[in-house]
């Protein structure tokens, strides 16, 4: 019998009684991300629903394409965009398709089964409805089925249904309850750290060793290099210490009830080996031999040798960001340059505007049809229309704050204002050089001076005179770093530097700098740069001084999911209802979004701590947030591909979009 037969022969409604029993469930399913689940496709015109035969993976349109209609793969290629318009779109469509997905409560332990259709199904709510009462009329009784929106459009149609009629789940209640979430894939060699809490790993008397995986409810952002990481806790990929985490290539994962587990094995401070698979379902731990100290490197491999260019100190002058572009990073450091680069797109837009959707993506030709789509635009638009649309959207709702950059050069005009700051820089690249084991005692020191050395009256006057120029009526600032040495592909130094808030005035401002300048120098940022073989002579530090902006939300997004590689459609969005600063540190679980860059639409995946999800006119700024960072990632791209993600901090105040911070974003693996 084939599977059309089997699937027909056990679903036509005529066939009384016949119910999708647990066991032909599990006959049927496949699985992804630990859930098994089984495909169903729902046929209007002959009242007949298929459960697929999953286990292979076959995709719904392929189903209907050869089993239904008789179509070759050929065929369906030629017209896919066509055909997914059909199934997806089209009001009066033929098909409904669907996912079964089996979940066990954590509380109960009893098992229901979710019914989802795709993200990008633009099915009505009397369609929802309809379907959900005939697949509920075909599954075992004892099987509670749950309808699970799929998008926040979804969302707001079964917000309007009784739950006595269509019981529900949100993904983000699902998501709360995973036991485990991959966020780099790697594998490690080490010696098992547990802490219960942040206080018990700062008072424990042994530092962390870079040979060491780390296990505690929330890994703070200040933690040396190691070698895995896992949270016991859910987190979020974009904190610091997880984008680090990326930097490195070392395995970091969320682990419910990993300690429990770690305990009752006799673990815990034990050599392991520890393995993350990108599409794995459990942590990988065993026990191993421990390395011998004589075995045992007493430094970290590189992930990767991070090459900087040499920095450019010929005498500049401080200089407002909007007379910056991208190749100022020598003189000014990456994150200067491209606020500066921002700035100038916004102003006057970009020829590369159109580069990740024209990029093939077989069988289509690109995806310029479905970016008409997104802009409002015919899908036959051409590349004019299309790249005057893109400008229209950036410049009517991005913007970044004003601000001023001082340049490497006056760094150094300061350090060389100071014999005594001079030598103990060069005590300090002596002793990395040297391999001298007091470089943290010398770090330390060198920031005392740094911090407490006068800033010279010239350095003063300058930046007294582009405060007034530049910054004139911003009651509030924020100071900056902007080094040669972060927001590169290979180094993002998430979290290393410092930035000071809340400055009024000139002297306040002045001693921002000097903590800024430190920071270059702190024992934890000189130790990683030198672990990715980036000299400390080749390091200089620029500071941004901007416009201190407000925002009812604010977050961080990446032009990527970084919790699925393969996808090209999402954009990954961390937001907070109180501060950008509290998405990137970790210390409070942010709302998770996905929001589709081709076909549109947004889901929430995780509300983190807050209690309620945003407003409809903030998920739809939001969206659009999603598509501008989209068109970045295709300004900003090194190469062709247009594939190389980005990632954004952003705030949003009203109906408008602050841009505050661009750099690479490394993907998992």
């Known amino acids: ?111 229901f089964l979710s019914l989802e259709t795709v993200d990008v199904d633009t099915m009505s709510r009397d369609m929802l409805r309809a379907f959900y009462h005939r697949v509920r009329a075909h599954v075992d009784p004892a099987l509670p089925l749950l309808l699970k929106p799929a998008n926040h459009r979804q969302e707001e149609y079964v917000a309007a249904i009784p739950e006595s009629e269509i019981p529900r789940v949100l993904s983000h209640e699902l998501y709360s309850t995973a036991a ?47 070698s895995g990481i896992i ?48 599409d794995g379902t459990e942590l990988h731990l065993e026990a191993a031999p421990p390395l011998t100290a004589d075995a045992r490197p007493t430094a970290p491999p590189p992930a990767e040798r991070v090459t900087v260019d040499r920095p450019d100190l010929t005498p500049t002058p401080v200089t407002p960001l909007t007379e910056l572009r991208a190749g100022d990073h020598v003189r000014f450091g990456t994150k200067a340059a491209n606020l500066g680069e921002l700035t100038h797109l916004l102003q006057h837009g970009s020829p590369r505007w159109l580069g990740f959707y024209r990029v093939p993506r077989p069988p289509r030709e690109n995806l310029l049809r479905y970016l008409a789509r997104q802009l409002g635009l015919p899908e036959d638009a051409d590349d004019t229309e299309l790249t005057g649309a893109a400008q229209r959207l950036v410049k009517e709702h991005a913007r970044v ?30 002793a990395l050089r040297d391999g001298n084991p007091d470089v943290d005692g010398l770090c330390r020191a060198a920031q005392r001076l740094i911090r407490t050395t006068p800033v010279p009256e010239p350095i003063r006057t300058e930046l007294d005179r582009a405060l007034d120029r530049h910054l004139y009526g911003a009651p509030v600032l924020v100071v900056r770093s902007s080094s040669n040495a972060e927001d ?39 130790r990683l740069r030198h672990q990715a073989g980036i000299p400390l002579d080749h390091c200089r530090m620029g500071v941004v001084v901007q416009e201190q902006v407000g925002s009812a939300v604010g977050g961080v997004l990446v032009t990527c999911n970084p919790l699925s590689p393969q996808d090209f459609r999402d954009v990954y969005l961390n937001i907070s209802p ?6 990137v540190t970790g210390e ?26 945003l407003d409809t006119a903030t998920k739809d700024l939001v969206g659009r947030l999603a598509l501008i960072s989209r068109l970045l990632q295709s300004h900003f791209s090194p190469d062709e591909s247009y594939a190389a993600p980005v990632d954004v901090e952003w705030a949003i105040e009203g109906d408008r979009i602050d841009l505050l911070q661009l750099r690479p974003f490394r993907t998992a693996g």
């Open 180 to 226: 485990f979430v991959p966020l780099n894939p790697g594998e490690a060699h080490g010696r098992l750290r547990v802490f219960r809490s942040e206080e018990e790993y700062r008072a424990a008397p042994e530092p962390l060793e870079w040979h060491d995986i780390v296990v505690m409810p929330r890994v703070p952002e200040d933690v040396p290099r190691v």
């Open 578 to 583: 109180r501060s950008v600063t509290e998405v």
């Open 1 to 111: 019998m084939t599977r059309s037969d089997r699937n027909e022969a056990t679903t036509r409604p005529r066939l009384a009684g016949e119910k999708l029993s647990t066991r032909e469930f599990s006959r049927l399913a496949g699985s992804v991300g630990g859930y098994p689940y089984v495909k169903i496709v729902l046929d209007r015109a002959e009242s007949v629903l298929h459960f697929i035969d999953s286990a292979d993976g076959i995709l719904h349109v392929r189903y209907i394409a050869g089993e239904i209609l008789g179509m070759s793969i050929d065929e369906l290629a030629r017209g896919l965009d066509a055909f997914n318009d059909d199934v997806y779109r089209n009001p009066d469509r033929r098909f409904l398709l669907g996912t079964l997905a089996l979940h066990t409560r954590g509380d109960t332990g009893g098992a």
């Open 488 to 526: 590169l592909s290979g180094f993002s130094a998430a979290g290393l530097y410092e930035s000071v808030a809340h400055v009024s005035g000139t002297q306040a401002v002045l001693d921002a700098v000097r903590e800024v300048w430190a920071s270059l120098l702190s024992p934890r940022a000189v």
């Open 231 to 278: 949270h016991t806790e859910h987190t979020t990929p974009l904190s610091h210490i997880n984008v680090m985490a990326a930097g490195w290539r070392i395995p970091n994962a969320v682990g419910i009830g990993a300690v429990e587990r770690i305990e009752r094995d006799g673990l815990a401070g034990r050599w392991v080996r520890y393995r993350v698979d990108t």
């Open 401 to 430: 704050p004003r601000g001023i950059v001082l340049p490497f050069s006056l760094q150094q005009r300061f350090l060389d204002s100071s014999a005594e700051l001079r030598a103990a820089v060069d005590r300090l690249d002596s």
């Open 588 to 613: 409070g679980a942010p709302l998770q979004y996905l929001c589709n860059t081709m076909e549109g639409g947004s889901r929430t995946v995780s509300l983190g701590t807050a209690t309620a999800d």
